[in-house]
């Protein structure tokens, strides 16, 4: 059964990163921000795994450096929202000839 969340114990024991690194990760990297508790604990979500296991696979298997790693997950979330923007743009187009082709 999956969890809804981790402690940064758990993740360390998944992921096998150190839970200090993990803590200094998210002072590098934006996008790795996992929830807190009341009492400050880490409250790591399945998609938190997943952007450890990116910044992991940058680091370690493709050896980037921090900022290249930082560089390289920036330009996937700016291609991301470029890729969004184009399916907006291509939605309305279709609606506008569907609306078109539905007066005929």
């Known amino acids: 059964m999956e969890k809804l969340y981790y402690s940064i114990g758990e993740v360390k024991e998944i992921t096998g990163i150190a839970s200090h ?14 929830r807190k508790d009341r009492s400050g604990r880490r409250m790591y979500q399945k998609k938190d795994l997943e952007k450890i296991d990116k910044i992991k696979d940058l680091l370690y298997r493709r050896r980037f450096s921090i900022a290249g790693a930082k560089k390289h997950l920036q330009s996937e979330t700016e291609g991301d929202i470029s890729n969004r923007d184009l399916f907006s743009r291509i939605k309305t187009e279709l609606l506008t000839i569907k609306s078109d082709l539905e007066k005929d």
């Open 21 to 34: 690194v993990l803590r200094y990760w998210e002072s590098e990297f934006k996008l790795l921000r996992p």
